[in-house]
Structure formats: C-alpha cells, structure tokens
C-alpha cells in the first residue's frame, strides 16, 4: 500500500460524458501527479501540482483539466469523453518538486468509454 | 522537448537467463529513477540514481547511470518468475520541471 488513494476504482461512461477523478496523496506529499496509461502502453504524465499551484504540464488534453484544493488532494476532470480517453489514471505524489523525490502511485482509476 | 526511450519493448527470456533494459534521453537528465509495474498492479519505485557513472544494485539487480548522465540501464541477473513485469525508467532533464517516463520493457519469464 502506497499510501496515495484514488477513486473510483473501476468507471463505465458513454461518449460525451463527463467524470472526475479523484486522488488523495500520502499524508505531508505536496506534490501531486497525473498520468494516463492505455493498453499496454507506457505512462503519459499530464499534469502536476505543488502545493495547490499547477507545476509542470504534459501531454494534457484541453478536455481534461485538474486541480488541488487547500488539503492537498486532487481531482482530474475529463470532459466530452471519446473512446480513445479510456485507460488507466494514475494518480502519485511526492514530498516535494526537486524531480528527486520517489513517485509514490496510487491503484489507478480504470476509466471505460463506450 | 526533452524525450527518454527505452527499449526493448518486450523481452521473453527463460527463467534463470539474464535481462537488460536500456533507457536514452536526448538530453542530460538531473536524475534517473526506476519503476516496476507488476500486471494489473501501480508502478512502484526501485531506485534513483543522481551522479555520473553511477551504479548500484539491489540483490540480483544492477542499475547503471552513464557518465554522461543520458542513458542508464537496468540488469537483472538470473531471472526469476517474479521479476515479471513491465520497468520503466524516468528522468528529468538538468534545469527542468517534468519527469518524463519511458515506454518502458515488458518482461516475460518463462518457467
């Protein structure tokens, strides 16, 4: 166990749709991340917080937004769903934003679009 | 942008047979941390390795940082069933703000 808790686990949605994922990081991490991971397929960082403030961005779609409220956990809004949106969401933290610190992963959130 | 590949993509090996994944990125890298996904699992951290050169191992795992801090590699000695998995490696360019992660290398141990 991580530490870091996403929900939820599993997600069924139909094209066009909107859901929101939700991440709590381990307990004093400030820094929070995102990463989409389709099928069989390497991890796409989207997006960063540090501290309630957007640190660094990635392949993130304009359909997909993120933020993290004042007690540090975060939540990835994913808008106007289309098939190809569903995959894994990770979600990890980290104690700070040096680049040093080790990553801890969430389970992930298995989001499906039919 | 700064981009780290690592090949190979897959490797099947037999058990007791040795494995080497090997990640390259087009820009000096601050640091390069390793991850092992097992299937259906979260990518958890192995190692991070910071200086030129670098090496350090981890039982039967042996992590190297080249000396021009762009490539690294992971060996794993003497495969066994539960080194199954896919291993990414993750680096951050000197002087910038995103880790990027590798494709990464599956591993199929075959008993």
């Known amino acids: 166990d991580s530490g870091v808790t996403q929900t939820p686990k599993h997600l069924i949605t139909a094209t066009g749709q909107r859901v929101t994922l939700r991440c709590s990081p381990r307990s004093g991490d400030l820094s929070v991340y995102w990463y989409q991971q389709s099928l069989d397929q390497g991890l796409q960082f989207l997006i960063q917080?540090?501290?309630?403030?957007?640190?660094a961005k990635g392949n993130i779609l304009e359909r997909f937004s993120a933020q993290q409220f004042p007690d540090l956990h975060s939540e990835l809004n994913l808008s106007s769903l289309e098939l190809g949106d569903s995959a894994l969401y990770f979600c990890a933290s980290s104690a700070g934003t040096s680049g040093q610190e080790t990553q801890y992963f969430g389970p992930g959130t298995r989001l499906l679009v039919l | 942008g700064q981009q780290v590949m690592q090949i190979p993509q897959y490797q099947h090996v037999q058990e007791g047979e040795d494995f080497t994944t090997y990640c390259n990125s087009s820009?000096?890298?601050?640091?390069i941390q390793w991850y092992k996904q097992r299937p259906g699992g979260h990518p958890v951290f192995l190692i991070q390795?910071?200086?030129?050169?670098e090496v350090k191992k981890q039982k039967r795992l042996t992590f190297q940082f080249g000396e021009a801090k762009k490539n690294s590699s992971l060996h794993i000695t003497a495969t066994q069933t539960t080194d199954v998995g896919t291993y990414f490696c993750a680096g951050r360019s000197t002087g910038g703000f995103k880790t990027i992660f590798g494709a990464g290398t599956r591993l199929f141990v075959k008993a």
């Open positions: 820009t000096t890298l601050s640091n």
């Open positions: 390795l910071v200086k030129s050169g």
């Open positions: 917080y540090y501290n309630g403030e957007e640190r």
